[in-house]
């Protein structure tokens, strides 16, 4: 995403000021793309194949402790749903996999 006004691209932060509740829903959802990520790159010599996946599965959103899936987020800009974040974003379900 680019701020037009500036010519820069935005980074999490930039939501800061700009909305509170969807600087927090995405730093949130970064935590648990990040811990993902930690347990996908897990060597295979430590954790075993259904371990990775019944970590995966405890991964939940923070302040929720829910899964991003129970969330019913889709693809736009939280509280501002005429922005899709990608192509038919209203129609395309945030999950772990896609965060």
């Not at 701020?3 to 999490?12: A, E, H, M, R, W």
Request: with cysteine.
């Amino acid at each position: 995403m680019w701020n037009l006004l500036l010519g820069k691209k935005l980074n999490l932060f930039d939501f800061e000021d700009f909305d509170k509740v969807v600087f927090n829903t995405l730093r949130q959802l970064q935590t648990c793309a990040n811990r993902k990520k930690e347990i996908e790159e897990m060597p295979s010599s430590s954790v075993d194949a259904e371990t990775k996946s019944r970590l995966l599965a405890t991964v939940m959103m923070p302040n929720h402790q829910m899964k991003i899936e129970q969330m019913g987020l889709v693809f736009t800009l939280p509280s501002y749903d005429h922005i899709e974040l990608v192509k038919d974003g209203n129609n395309t379900n945030l999950s772990l996999e896609n965060a």
